[in-house]
Nanobody, 117 residues
Framework: QVQLVESGGGLVQPGGSLRLSCAASGFVFSGYAMSWYRQAPGKEREFVAGIRRADTGIEYRDAVKGRFTIDRDNAQNTVYLEMNLLKPDDTAVYYC??????????WGQGVQVTVSS
């Protein structure tokens, strides 16, 4: 059974930091590209950051470059999103995403991140 379980969300003040984790199981984690997406209320889901298998490439959306860092630990089947200098515009539900470069795509259930004073 495939599972992507996100954790680490919560309420943080502007300028603060959070570290999201996504624990994967049920598939060969090292063979998948892993990404984080987010969806704010009333908006479409958007790509935030992605890391290819074997750390062969990393991408970020422009709005988070220099503030967010994606990383993966293939031994622990986990992908992380370190978020610094958080802004109210970063408030959203954050989703973990896995793609096998083919037709298989998996999503986590999402974790809420709220940036507010």
């Amino acid at each position: 059974q495939v599972q992507l379980v996100e954790s680490g969300g919560g309420l943080v003040q502007p300028g603060g930091s959070l570290r999201l984790s996504c624990a994967a199981s049920g598939f060969v984690f090292s063979g998948y590209a892993m990404s984080w997406y987010r969806q704010a209320p009333g908006k479409e889901r958007e790509f935030v950051a992605g890391i290819r298998r074997a750390d062969t490439g990393i991408e970020y959306r422009d709005a988070v470059k220099g503030r967010f860092t994606i990383d993966r630990d293939n031994a622990q089947n986990t992908v992380y999103l370190e978020m610094n200098l958080l802004k109210p515009d970063d408030t959203a539900v954050y989703y973990c995403h896995a793609w096998n470069y083919g037709q298989l795509v998996y999503w986590g259930q999402g974790v809420q991140v709220t940036v507010s004073s």
